[in-house]
Nanobody, 113 residues
Framework: VQLVESGGGLVQPGGSLRLSCAAS????????MSWYRQAPGKERELVAT????????TYADSVKGRFTISRDNGKSTVYLQMNSLKPEDTALYYC???????WGQGTQVTVSS
């Protein structure tokens, strides 16, 4: 199983980024996927979750209305569209599959002027 995140970077407050997580090694379309983040000195936080059939999405209160999780089962990829970014969104962002609890290596998002 591999989960490879990409799309992180440095962005100014108010800006946008789109993270991607490409999955392989399991039947992607059968499993719920989630995005987490961890800022320095803080615990890992669940950001968003999407069900296997896209019928259900959930978000942390801190990102509701700004972030959107989506997936393309044909491409075995899950996305996190992040808008109106704030400095407090700075963190290492990870994707996770609920298939045996595999995690990616993370992609860094830094929001700073």
């Amino acid at each position: 199983v591999q989960l490879v995140e990409s799309g992180g970077g440095l962005v100014q407050p108010g800006g946008s980024l789109r993270l991607s997580c490409a999955a392989s090694g399991f039947t992607f379309s059968r499993y719920t996927m989630s995005w987490y983040r961890q800022a320095p000195g803080k615990e890992r936080e669940l950001v968003a979750t999407i069900s296997s059939d896209v019928s259900s999405t959930t978000y942390a209160d801190s990102v509701k209305g700004r972030f959107t999780i989506s997936r393309d089962n044909g491409k075995s990829t899950v996305y996190l569209q992040m808008n109106s970014l704030k400095p407090e969104d700075t963190a290492l962002y990870y994707c996770r599959t609920w298939y045996r609890n595999y995690w990616g290596q993370g992609t860094q998002v830094t929001v700073s002027s």
